[in-house]
Structures are given as structure tokens and as C-alpha cells.
């Protein structure tokens, strides 16, 4: 489950790899807050900024917790496509209806709630029951060896 680092990345794939997100949060019909919050950009960030990395223009900015970010979101929107793959409304009303397990809170509003990666990790751990059951074990895991 490791991930890639914002350095092993060539530029061509950082261009690739800013334009996919983009294309995830926009198959979201998220408004340019949004994006700006679910990336954890700063404040500073405007829409333009979004649309230069939309157009493969500049790359999103080197950040260790923008890099869990965006894996979180790579995860969410795959197993959305695996869960649903031949509807994107399906994948975005599952986004965006709420759900007992978020205490009646729409996916989406789990993601908006956190300042951090944690509300992103929430919706992928329901969403992708493989990776929610690696990181279970993972914890078990390591409360075992502390024991």
C-alpha cells in the first residue's frame, strides 16, 4: 500500500497525474471551494490556479499530505467505477446521498468536514471494502505487536 512520493514522479507524470484528480473532482461537480478544500490547497488558491492544472498547464504543488490526498481520491473514484461502472450519476448520487453509515451525512460532507486527509479516508475505507479491510488488518497488526 505504499505510495509514491512527490519526487518520484517525473514532470510529464505530475502533469498527468494533476489533470486525472482534476478530472475526477470536476466528474464530482465540485464547485472551485471545494476542490480547494478537498486538495487542502491554500487559501491563497483560485480558480485559475484550478484551471491551469486542469489544462496540464502546472502541476499540483510538491506536498506530502496532497500526495495522500490524491491517492485517497485515485481510490474513491476507482472503486466508485468498479462499484458503478457503466453509470456516472450513480457514482455521483453515492456522493452525494446520505448514508447511515456517515450518520445520515452525505459522503461528500464526510470529505468537506476534516481540514486533513481523514474525511477522504473515511468515504474510501466504506467505498473500497479492500483497501477498509487492509488497513483494518494493518491496525490490528500493530496493536498485536505492541501487546
Known amino acids: 500500500m505504499a505510495q509514491k512520493t512527490y519526487d518520484e514522479y517525473s514532470t510529464d507524470e505530475l502533469l498527468q497525474l494533476t489533470q486525472g484528480v482534476m478530472g475526477y473532482l470536476d466528474g464530482w461537480q465540485l464547485s472551485t471551494e471545494q476542490m480547494i478544500a478537498v486538495l487542502g490547497l491554500s487559501d491563497d488558491a483560485k480558480n ?3 484551471q491551469g492544472f486542469r489544462m496540464g498547464e502546472r502541476a499540483f504543488p510538491e506536498s506530502s499530505e ?5 491517492d485517497h481520491i485515485i481510490g474513491i473514484a476507482d472503486a466508485l467505477r468498479t462499484t458503478f461502472p457503466f453509470s456516472d450519476k450513480m457514482r455521483l448520487m453515492w ?3 446520505p448514508h447511515r453509515r456517515f450518520r445520515k451525512n452525505t459522503p461528500l460532507a464526510v470529505i468537506m468536514h476534516d481540514d ?3 474525511g477522504l479516508l ?3 475505507m ?3 471494502c479492500a483497501y477498509g479491510y487492509a488497513i483494518s488488518e494493518a491496525m490490528q497488526d500493530a496493536a498485536n505487536s505492541r501487546s
Request: glycine fraction near 0%; avoid cysteine.
Open 95 to 97: 456522493l452525494r446521498k
Open 126 to 128: 466504506e467505498v473500497d
Open 48 to 50: 485559475r490556479h484550478l
Open 116 to 118: 486533513s486527509p481523514n
Open 66 to 70: 496532497l500526495m495522500i490526498r490524491i
Open 122 to 124: 473515511k468515504v474510501r
